[in-house]
């Protein structure tokens, strides 16, 4: 008996000895490792190996990675994403072909041995013996499928990877304890499957089910003789043998296949020569990886997704335990996306503008009620090339969008009207609403402090002759912006602040809204999604609900499935009915006859408003019915672009407006995502008019369109019936084009540092 240590095992040393003593008897340390018996010997003696007895005695066998798959809200498939494109089939899917072929090449007695071949072992020993070298390995089928789960459980980590491959004495050990353990665990058959599931083929295939499809486009348990020898061949060296790249050595290697089943009696030789013959017949299936393959053009939607994933701690505490399962894959992941209102929503992108123009365009439509997001869209694809993006211009930075969003004009004005209208304040208010002012100050915000116009800014509507006073109804119609200002001076900040909280408005960035007079005038960053789910809340009479994508998610883990929790929506009360209704009737006379009227349905109550910005660099439109609200954004994604003089979709602007861009868009993409649906409407709110004052001025004038800041909105042309009276002319307007005093802050760029702050200059961000 070997001498022991005083603790009572044997010393590290000792207990290598044993090992390799019985070991190479049993045909053992040596199987696979292929090297010469003096070397793994000399790495014994010094000490190398683990003690055997110390190694834990279960395999951890992770779940193979597989595809995931991502589909509309009717089933259909969108788009496949996988860390390790595979797909895991039963050993009775797998050709009758493959499992001989595969037992053949790699280890014929592997019916007739248990983990470790004595035989295979020793005739290797005697191989590389007379060689002096490595001429020949002896490694199990078995060996070889443990070594591939310590592969599979490094993942992507090249570490990891490389630590699970090494060719030491003390992993192979390793390998070969659990080799024991997993063949009286699961037995031959398992065995092979386990195998045939987790090898890599080559090709970014793993198992043989992705090879099938890979190289041949059918399935695993298709192949034929020719077929299934082929894929066995490249197993050993996938590179080498591909037959993609090399033909003549792929046909070799398959052909020398055939043989060994001949010799060992799985096919005669007859069958084997006249399968040799046989071309190889490729029909190669390209790797399809990724949301930059979804279909109906909702790449920017299936990232959108994957972000979800990635961020919402329903599926894991931290991102990495998120990631872990994503990257598991084998998930069926079912969305709200809606075919029909995706297909329309890009559609109208491309109707209106082209992915060469110098701006781009994103859109996205989400259900009232539900936060359910039915389309998401934009003009410039996902892409790496020209005129493509990875950026989701329709999110916020945290799923993948800009970095700060992008400042939205006059659609900012309705949450402050809803704030001053839960504050009390009548629909008939009027303001004075001069033509130029400074910042009030000081102006209450939140938390008893006080903004104060320390730098005694100034701000202005659109012309001269826009001066009021004026009443809700008009200010709005017009985007009169000394009207919104002094409304936030008359209830504070506080009440718009705390409304825009209740509609999770946020920066692009994530960050609360700054507390500054300026936000009235959509001076601040926010991303269309956040735009077109706080207006979904006037739709839906008030209730804010969160915005979701994912219906349901099944994963399937060792031909078991099982359904994971995923983010429900939560509703939750914004604002009374009356508010919003009253806001709906507000933004139902913008589109019926007001700045808004190029983006109107005429088939349905719909309500929406224009926004344009400092220097023509952003252009909304943010529309509702009853049943489905939208946000389309125009603009350049670095901010560097002024929408002056420019041909968008092949139509010259001298100017750009909220309504003539951004608002013909979002017609378009609601009338085809709600062809076929109810018609449901708005609960009706009469607003009496504010008083005689403006109802003819003006009249005539104006070129019935919304002018935005910078010679913008603030003076809408057209006349606006009965209902708002006479709008201030448009480009004829009696104050001209006067320059604007506010100024988005220099280094406002998509995807890097900067932003607008708000801080609090002055300006005509008007509708």
């Given at each position: 008996?070997?001498?022991?240590?005083?603790?009572?095992?044997?010393?590290?040393?000792?207990?290598?000895?044993?090992?390799?003593?019985?070991?190479?008897?049993?045909?053992?340390?040596?199987?696979?490792?292929?090297?010469?018996?003096?070397?793994?010997?000399?790495?014994?003696?010094?000490?190398?190996?683990?003690?055997?007895?110390?190694?834990?005695?279960?395999?951890?066998?992770?779940?193979?990675?597989?595809?995931?798959?991502?589909?509309?809200?009717?089933?259909?498939?969108?788009?496949?994403?996988?860390?390790?494109?595979?797909?895991?089939?039963?050993?009775?899917?797998?050709?009758?072909?493959?499992?001989?072929?595969?037992?053949?090449?790699?280890?014929?007695?592997?019916?007739?041995?248990?983990?470790?071949?004595?035989?295979?072992?020793?005739?290797?020993?005697?191989?590389?013996?007379?060689?002096?070298?490595?001429?020949?390995?002896?490694?199990?089928?078995?060996?070889?499928?443990?070594?591939?789960?310590?592969?599979?459980?490094?993942?992507?980590?090249?570490?990891?990877?490389?630590?699970?491959?090494?060719?030491?004495?003390?992993?192979?050990?390793?390998?070969?304890?659990?080799?024991?353990?997993?063949?009286?665990?699961?037995?031959?058959?398992?065995?092979?499957?386990?195998?045939?599931?987790?090898?890599?083929?080559?090709?970014?295939?793993?198992?043989?089910?992705?090879?099938?499809?890979?190289?041949?486009?059918?399935?695993?348990?298709?192949?034929?003789?020719?077929?299934?020898?082929?894929?066995?061949?490249?197993?050993?060296?996938?590179?080498?043998?591909?037959?993609?790249?090399?033909?003549?050595?792929?046909?070799?290697?398959?052909?020398?296949?055939?043989?060994?089943?001949?010799?060992?009696?799985?096919?005669?030789?007859?069958?084997?020569?006249?399968?040799?013959?046989?071309?190889?017949?490729?029909?190669?299936?390209?790797?399809?990886?990724?949301?930059?393959?979804?279909?109906?053009?909702?790449?920017?939607?299936?990232?959108?997704?994957?972000?979800?994933?990635?961020?919402?701690?329903?599926?894991?505490?931290?991102?990495?335990?998120r990631a872990k399962v994503w990257n598991q894959g084998g998930l069926t992941i079912r969305t709200t996306l809606d075919s029909k209102a995706q297909a329309s929503v890009q559609d109208s992108l491309k109707q209106?503008?082209?992915?060469?123009?110098?701006?781009?365009?994103?859109?996205?439509?989400?259900?009232?009620?539900?936060?359910?997001?039915?389309?998401?869209?934009?003009?410039?694809?996902?892409?790496?090339?020209?005129?493509?993006?990875?950026?989701?211009?329709?999110?916020?930075?945290?799923?993948?969008?800009?970095?700060?969003?992008?400042?939205?004009?006059?659609?900012?004005?309705?949450?402050?009207?809803?704030?001053?209208?839960?504050?009390?304040?009548?629909?008939?208010?009027?303001?004075?609403?001069?033509?130029?002012?400074?910042?009030?100050?000081?102006?209450?915000?939140?938390?008893?402090?006080?903004?104060?116009?320390?730098?005694?800014?100034?701000?202005?509507?659109?012309?001269?002759?826009?001066?009021?006073?004026?009443?809700?109804?008009?200010?709005?119609?017009?985007?009169?912006?000394?009207?919104?200002?002094?409304?936030?001076?008359?209830?504070?900040?506080?009440?718009?602040?705390?409304?825009?909280?209740?509609?999770?408005?946020?920066?692009?960035?994530?960050?609360?809204?700054?507390?500054?007079?300026?936000?009235?005038?959509?001076?601040?960053?926010?991303?269309?999604?956040?735009?077109?789910?706080?207006?979904?809340?006037?739709?839906?009479?008030?209730?804010?609900?969160?915005?979701?994508?994912?219906?349901?998610?099944?994963?399937?883990?060792?031909?078991?499935?099982?359904?994971?929790?995923?983010?429900?929506?939560?509703?939750?009360?914004?604002?009374?009915?009356?508010?919003?209704?009253?806001?709906?009737?507000?933004?139902?006379?913008?589109?019926?006859?007001?700045?808004?009227?190029?983006?109107?349905?005429?088939?349905?109550?719909?309500?929406?408003?224009?926004?344009?910005?400092?220097?023509?660099?952003?252009?909304?439109?943010?529309?509702?019915?009853?049943?489905?609200?939208?946000?389309?954004?125009?603009?350049?994604?670095?901010?560097?672009?002024?929408?002056?003089?420019?041909?968008?979709?092949?139509?010259?602007?001298?100017?750009?407006?909220?309504?003539?861009?951004?608002?013909?868009?979002?017609?378009?993409?609601?009338?085809?995502?709600?062809?076929?649906?109810?018609?449901?409407?708005?609960?009706?709110?009469?607003?009496?008019?504010?008083?005689?004052?403006?109802?003819?001025?003006?009249?005539?004038?104006?070129?019935?369109?919304?002018?935005?800041?910078?010679?913008?909105?603030?003076?809408?042309?057209?006349?606006?019936?009965?209902?708002?009276?006479?709008?201030?002319?448009?480009?004829?307007?009696?104050?001209?084009?006067?320059?604007?005093?506010?100024?988005?802050?220099?280094?406002?760029?998509?995807?890097?540092?900067?932003?607008?702050?708000?801080?609090?200059?002055?300006?005509?961000?008007?509708?």
């Open positions: 008996m070997p001498k022991k240590r005083s603790g009572g095992g044997l010393s590290p040393s000792q207990q290598a000895a044993k090992f390799l003593g019985v070991s190479v008897l049993a045909g053992a340390v040596l199987a696979g490792i292929a090297l010469p018996a003096a070397g793994a010997l000399g790495l014994a003696a010094k000490g190398s190996v683990q003690g055997f007895d110390d190694i834990p005695a279960n395999l951890k066998r992770p779940p193979l990675s597989q595809r995931t798959t991502i589909l509309d809200d009717q089933g259909q498939q969108l788009a496949q994403v996988y860390s390790r494109d595979r797909t895991v089939v039963e050993l009775k899917d797998i050709s009758p072909y493959m499992q001989k072929a595969i037992v053949a090449i790699e280890d014929s007695r592997f019916y007739q041995h248990g983990a470790i071949d004595l035989k295979g072992v020793l005739r290797a020993l005697n191989k590389n013996a007379q060689s002096g070298g490595v001429a020949q390995g002896a490694s199990t089928l078995t060996q070889q499928y443990v070594k591939n789960v310590f592969v599979e459980e490094a993942g992507d980590d090249p570490t990891k990877v490389a630590e699970a491959t090494q060719q030491t004495l003390g992993r192979k050990i390793k390998e070969l304890k659990y080799a024991i353990q997993v063949e009286q665990d699961l037995g031959k058959k398992k065995i092979l499957e386990n195998y045939l599931n987790i090898t890599f083929f080559g090709e970014q295939a793993y198992g043989v089910e992705a090879a099938s499809q890979r190289y041949f486009s059918t399935h695993a348990k298709d192949l034929t003789l020719p077929q299934a020898a082929l894929l066995a061949g490249i197993v050993q060296s996938p590179s080498r043998y591909d037959p993609v790249n090399d033909e003549a050595e792929a046909t070799k290697r398959r052909n020398t296949v055939l043989q060994r089943m001949a010799e060992v009696g799985d096919v005669s030789q007859a069958e084997a020569d006249k399968a040799k013959k046989a071309p190889l017949e490729l029909k190669v299936t390209q790797p399809r990886n990724g949301c930059i393959t979804a279909v109906k053009d909702a790449s920017f939607f299936c990232k959108y997704v994957e972000q979800i994933f990635l961020t919402d701690p329903t599926f894991g505490k931290t991102r990495a335990e209106h503008i082209h992915q060469s123009d110098s701006v781009a365009a994103a859109s996205v439509l989400v259900e009232p009620g539900t936060g359910k997001v039915l389309a998401m869209g934009q003009s410039k694809p996902y892409g790496y090339g020209k005129n493509e993006t990875e950026i989701n211009y329709s999110v916020g930075s945290d799923l993948g969008g800009s970095n700060f969003g992008f400042p939205t004009g006059s659609t900012f004005k309705p949450f402050v009207a809803a704030a001053a209208l839960e504050q009390g304040k009548p629909p008939t208010q009027e303001y004075s609403s001069p033509y130029q002012m400074p910042y009030p100050s000081p102006v209450q915000a939140c938390d008893g402090k006080q903004w104060a116009n320390s730098a005694h800014e100034k701000l202005e509507n659109e012309s001269t002759t826009e001066h009021g006073p004026y009443a809700l109804k008009e200010a709005m119609a017009k985007s009169v912006n000394t009207y919104f200002v002094q409304m936030i001076s008359d209830i504070g900040l506080c009440p718009v602040v705390t409304m825009t909280d209740k509609l999770h408005v946020v920066q692009g960035n994530g960050d609360k809204l700054p507390q500054t007079p300026s936000i009235a005038l959509g001076a601040v960053g926010i991303s269309p999604l956040t735009m077109a789910s706080a207006y979904a809340t006037f739709a839906s009479r008030g209730m804010y609900c969160t915005p979701v994508a994912i219906e349901s998610i099944t994963q399937k883990i060792g031909g078991q499935e099982k359904s994971l929790a995923v983010p429900k929506t939560r509703c939750t009360r914004a604002m009374s009915e009356k508010t919003a209704d009253t806001v709906n009737a507000l933004l139902k006379g913008v589109v019926d006859s007001g700045t808004g009227t190029l983006a109107g349905l005429s088939d349905r109550d719909n309500a929406g408003k224009t926004g344009t910005t400092d220097e023509r660099k952003n252009a909304w439109f943010v529309g509702y019915t009853p049943n489905l609200s939208g946000a389309v954004w125009v603009g350049s994604a670095t901010q560097k672009v002024q929408m002056t003089q420019i041909r968008i979709g092949g139509v010259y602007h001298e100017l750009v407006y909220g309504a003539d861009v951004p608002g013909p868009i979002w017609r378009d993409a609601m009338t085809g995502a709600l062809q076929g649906k109810g018609a449901p409407s708005f609960n009706p709110v009469d607003i009496p008019d504010g008083g005689d004052k403006g109802k003819d001025k003006d009249k005539g004038k104006g070129s019935g369109r919304e002018k935005g800041d910078n010679g913008g909105n603030n003076g809408d042309g057209g006349l606006i019936g009965g209902l708002f009276g006479g709008l201030t002319g448009g480009t004829g307007g009696d104050g001209g084009n006067p320059n604007p005093t506010f100024t988005a802050p220099g280094g406002f760029i998509q995807g890097q540092t900067g932003g607008s702050r708000g801080n609090g200059n002055g300006g005509r961000h008007g509708g």
